[in-house]
C-alpha cells in the first residue's frame, strides 16, 4: 500500500512540475512580446521626433537660403548704384558705410594683464568672471611658454 502511495505521489509531482515548466514558459513568452512592442513604440516614437526635427531644419535652411538670396541681390543693387554714381562723376554719401572693429575679450584681458592690472581688477573692469579673466591669462603665458 506504502508503494501505491508512494507512485501516485511520484507522478503528480511529475505532472505538477511539468505544469509549473509550462506557465513559466508562456509567461516567458508574454513578456517577451511585450517588449518587443513597447521597444518598437518606442523606435517609432523617437522616428516621430527625428522627421519633426529635419522638417523644422529644412524649413529654417530654406529660409536662410531665402535670406541669403536676398541680401546678395541687395549687395548686387547697390554695387550697380555705385557703379551708376562713379560713371557719372558723382561722390556716394558714406553715412551707412562706416567700418568698426571690436576687440575681444581675450584680446581686452590680455592688454589690460600687459598693463600690470591684476585677474580680480580685469573682471571687475571688463566686467567678466575673476576665473574667465585668470584662465584667460594662463592660457596665454602657457602657450608662449610652449612656442
Known sequence: MTGLLLTVSF?????????????????QQTYKSSDVQQIAELLDLYLEEIKAENRVLKQN????DR?????????EEENDRTAQVEDEGETMPTE???DSTETS???????????GYSSEAIAKKLNCGK???SLIIKLHAQTNNNA
Open 11 to 27: 507522478l503528480l509531482h511529475i505532472v505538477t512540475l511539468g505544469a509549473i515548466f509550462l506557465l513559466y514558459l508562456k509567461c
Open 61 to 64: 535652411l530654406a529660409d536662410d
Open 67 to 75: 535670406q541669403l538670396k536676398q541680401a546678395s541681390q541687395t549687395l
Open 96 to 98: 551707412n558705410m562706416s
Open 105 to 115: 575679450l581675450q584680446a581686452k584681458i590680455l592688454h589690460l594683464h600687459s598693463q
Open 131 to 133: 576665473t574667465e579673466a
